[in-house]
């Protein structure tokens, strides 16, 4: 499934909008102003939560909590020395670890399982505000992928 990711202007908190192939609007997410660490709400198109992002506050570099029904479904991880480009580590329950590995920028980066990409990351350079591209191979957790795409933008930028 291919996805657009946009960062919204001129809101408190980091907010963005998530729209399908057709432009539709699919997904939201709902920076939380205000707050100490980054707290995000992922939201269907109908304002439901489905899912809420949380930075780990006490922890060695960037480091965010994804759950789901108040359960823990991954921790995003940035490494913190790596010689060329940036990787994340998504620790997911089981033994279906995900890896992302960008380019220096982060403006380029694909996540892995085992090998294998299921889901690429691009950057689109002619618009003002930060867009992504984001494709989705079938059988992936769409809103998973998605919610990492948003920690690693914020954690890109080194906020908060």
Known sequence: ????????????????????????????????????????????????EIAFIRQRLLAWGPTYEITRGGELVAVVKKKLFTLVGHRFFVDVPGPDDLEAKGNFLDHEYEFTRSGRTVAHVSKQWLTLRDTYGIDVAPGTDDVLILACAVVIDLARKGTK
Not at 7 to 26: H, M, N, Q, S
Not at 28 to 33: E, F, H, T
Not at 34 to 45: N, R
């Open 1 to 48: 499934m291919k996805y657009v990711m946009s960062e919204k202007w001129l809101v408190l908190g980091d907010d963005f909008a998530i729209t399908d192939a057709d432009g539709r609007e699919v997904y939201y997410v709902d920076g939380k102003a205000f707050s100490i660490g980054e707290k995000l709400s992922f939201q269907d198109a109908n304002r439901q």
